[in-house]
Structures are given as structure tokens and as C-alpha cells.
């Protein structure tokens, strides 16, 4: 069963530290040689990453078969039949969190 990212939310505990993020610089340089995003997408993509340090279960679903693996859209980044999404590995014994990788995904259905 899949949880809803407010009724995750709600199960992290209040007063947890902040986050480390892990590699999402490197993931958003990635991202922006392979696919030439507008600044104003970037920008957007860059304050969304700065949400993860607050609350990096916030907006995004629990891989179900991986239960650290988390992905999600960003949100504002929806136009034009695409939307950017993230992806990222949770490690609470560190309070880290690892960037996988930034893309754009293509809404459009080819068949």
C-alpha cells in the first residue's frame, strides 16, 4: 500500500535534524548539459532541492520494493506535457539524502 506524502509527513517526528543532501548538484549539472532547461526551470528545480533539507519526505512517494528509495515530481515544473522529476535514496541513520537523479519526464503519450 502506498502512503500519501502528507500521511508520511505526518509519521516523521517532530524536532528532527536537518538533512545532508548527497549529489544533487552534481545530479542538477547533469540534467542541465542533457537537457538545456529554461534558467527559470532551474531555478525552480534549485529551490525545490533546497526544501529536502527541512523535509526531504515532503511531496515525494515511497518506492514500495525499495523502502529508501524515493522519488516524486517537482513541483511548478509541469508545462508543456513534461514535468522534471527526482529520485533519491533516504538514509536516517545519517540523515542523509542521496540524489539518484534529476530528469525531465515526457507526459506525452507515443502510441
Do not use: Q
Amino acid at each position: 500500500m502506498r502512503r500519501s506524502p502528507r500521511a508520511v509527513a505526518a509519521a516523521v517526528p517532530s524536532g528532527a535534524p536537518d538533512w545532508k543532501l548527497d549529489g544533487f548538484l552534481d545530479r542538477v549539472d547533469s540534467w542541465v548539459e542533457r537537457e538545456c532547461p529554461s534558467n527559470g526551470l532551474r531555478v525552480v528545480v534549485l529551490d525545490w532541492i533546497m526544501t529536502r533539507f527541512a523535509d526531504p519526505y515532503r511531496e515525494v512517494y515511497r518506492e514500495p520494493s525499495l523502502p529508501n528509495l524515493w522519488y516524486g515530481p517537482v513541483p511548478g515544473t509541469d508545462a508543456d506535457g513534461s514535468v522534471v522529476v527526482c529520485s533519491y535514496w533516504i538514509e536516517e541513520a545519517t540523515s542523509t539524502v542521496h540524489c539518484c537523479d534529476i530528469s525531465t519526464l515526457d507526459l506525452t503519450p507515443h502510441w
